[in-house]
């Protein structure tokens, strides 16, 4: 550490300053002023850190620094405050002194005007003095970039404190090009408790208490240090690190106070505000104040009724409320509510009257109960006569714990939710939905963004199409969703082509702007909401036309770089756009009614809560997952489980589904999902054989439909369908060979895929039964035409393959002409008798297409009239080759001569 610095006889001193117990960042940046300007001198602070002592005693030499009682005894005329915005009293500072500060915290309000501050939101002070050095390419000893770098690694918690961002990423890595020492920043960083640091970190622990504030976990801990010399941020640090809380305050008693050290690791705990109160202030995520004049308990007593005032709720009622809701007038008749509630399932409605202005007032909460009693007695009243009077309601930032309080004191389930601006009910929120939370609150996740996973996930031309489409909507004002099996195989790592879009606003509006802009035509269904957008005859000129879209887009979404899709067949021939809505059933397994709902309502609709999960797409929301009904935590849990205790019985068919998602994603069926099914199973008998074949034709196209079909036999829902679908071993083993199936082109089969897995599995299962009950099953599941007469077809092969082991090749070939191709094929996989399967292989790859010289022009030439004889003769030439009587052409000449007399 140098001596001094001696100021030039009249010229202006300028001086470097940062706070008391200096911490790496505070040393670090003194070194960077000064290398910036080296006419300055840096002055070191009374009290450093313990490890930065450790440092400057090591390495002091090497460095600039100034003891304050060396200073020249000239007047200080101008001052850079660095890592602080707090004045220090030097000797010599001059009233009109110039003050400059630079640092990374947010600028304090009570500044005088005159001072020149540079701010920056960096992780460190350092990482502005290195991101300087870098520019004037300024040549740094090592000692010198280790101090930097040490001062960006401790207050970025070596890179990974949240608050961290790209530039001090870039810094460290110049300080590193430069020669910073990694092995002496890890001494230092990791530096051990003194033993009066140890004693206090110990009672501290101690007296560590949790405090639960709006769904955060904040820890208090206090002690007494009036004896002690050492720093106390490292003790905080270390406390911080073995207790991991959102929050850590730390209420020290020191000879000058009660010293405050605050650290947060959540965005909704903003310490500076807190510490601000006390007089102290920081960053977000690191502050410290010294509380004058009071005793421990008193600051501790504060600190703790302030938190709640302070800390932003984890949840709040905004991401739990159902927005758009349904209202009702005082003047709405019973039998109008009865009617609305029977629809959606609603246990109460909010009664309101709206004003001139568009205001809304909370009258009070008619229930089910109160509608249900009126309708008994047969009671002609309106929803005035019959509400819960009550003005209450809640405001979408309020924390869980206010709507748990309100729902409590005033047994409301069902609780507006007013925009406090516009006095406008915007959502309501219900007992359910606090419940959900309430049950699962340790696992409510975090708001997730899968923008990149979806970019990974979609090839360009589905990208581009997407984004252009996002943009559109965001123009209308307009809420775009992907929904449903698309977002959820997206976070299994198993993506798909096949996706819903959903529109929270009119979708057929949407399609017919993008129709105008790019061309296509739209087909719709104003009843349903829905709308296809068919592109497949314009896509060549689409494809020019959102590539430049993409390229000139600046807003939110469309900021992400992607590759343009270069063929025009990349994109799909059409787009399905549907409107949010909601639905009713009018009787167990109807078809259901469709009403327009927010995004929210049209998730609930769904089958199970895996497939509830939404990815928003517009504007600033881009990627962003909305988790209305606990999907994703059964997607962690691998569970499958239904909505509601009616979905069974509104659509009985998603038992099979629920089977099926079971067995595919190796999950299992919630327990109650699995009472609701058992309950439910005498239901199947009232559906459709076309919306059961749909369902099993699903399960046919799976590779694990083996399984699923097991699954199903187990709980008895095949026998529910029809009493002649019987499952056992054999049919299993048949149906899993179907798996990845892909026949050789002998066989000349006209379906491939999916489709011909499914009929082969019909086939397959039903190939055992006879006739009678084979027809019961053909006409329950109501099986097209074609396909019976392959089933029906294969049985008769199956019933008399047998004796065909013994027959000539001309007698099998005669047999399996009259069958059609896949009925041959379901015999062959059927089989296990491999003399029968030589046979029926020979068949198809020689027998089949084997045909003699001779046709009906040579037999024309020789003068034989044409008649049935011509098929007689060349019946009686093929079976001659097939059952080898001729090899050869002769013979066959020889033998058709033999004929001729005889016809």
Known sequence: MRAGYLAHEGAPMHIILTHE???????????GAHLVDEAAIPVLPRKLNRNVRAFITLYGMELPFVDPRDLPAEPIDKVTLVDTQSMISVKGMQTDAQIQVVDHHPIREELPASWNITTEETGATATIFAEILREQDYYLSTIEATLLLLGIYEDTGSLTYTRTIARDLNAASFLLERGASL???ADFLNHPLSIQQQELYDRLRSTASPHHIHGHTVILACGDAQEMDEELSTVAHKLRDLLDPEALFVLITTRGGVQMIARSTNKDIDVARIADQFGGGGHERAAAALIRDRDLESVCQELLDSLPGFIRPAITVAQIMSSGPQLLSPETPVQEAATRMQRFGYEGYPVVEQDSQGRHHILGLLTRRSVDRAISHKLNLTAANLMNAGQVRVNPDDSIEDLQRLMTDTGWGQIPVINPETSQVIGIVTRTDLLKILTHQQEFPHPQNLADRLEIALPPAHMTLLKTVAQIAHDQRAALYIVGGFVRDLLLNRPSLDFDLVVEGDAIQLAQVLAKKFGGRVTSHSRFGTSKWHIGDIRSELLDELTADTDASSSDNAKRVIHPPTRPEDLPNSLDLITARTEFYTYPTALPTIERGSIKLDLHRRDFTINTLALRLDGHHYGQLHDYWGGLNDLNHGLVRVLHSLSFVDDPTRMLRAVRFEQRFKFQIEDRTLE???GAIPLLERVSGDRIRHELDRILEENLASRMFARLDDLRLLRAIQGELKWDEWISKKIQILAGIEPESEWRLELTGAKLRS???YILWLIRLS???TRKVIRRLKLPGSLANEILSAQDLWRDISPLKTAKPSEIVAQLDLIQPLAVYANYLATQDEQVRNFIWEYVSNWRQLIPRTNGHILSQL????????????QTLR????????????EEESLLKQLLPKE
Do not use: C, M, T
Request: glycine share 8%; charged share 15%; net charge negative.
């Open 879 to 890: 079976n001659a080759w097939l059952d080898g009587k001729i090899v050869s052409p002769e």
């Open 676 to 678: 609701l099914i058992n």
């Open 183 to 185: 092995e002496i920043a």
């Open 771 to 773: 006739a009678s009950p």
């Open 863 to 874: 003068g034989l009239p044409p008649g049935p004889v011509y098929r007689h003769i060349l």
């Open 759 to 761: 009929q082969l599995g």
């Open 21 to 31: 117990q200096s911490d790496f960042d505070a040393l670090a940046s003194l070194l």
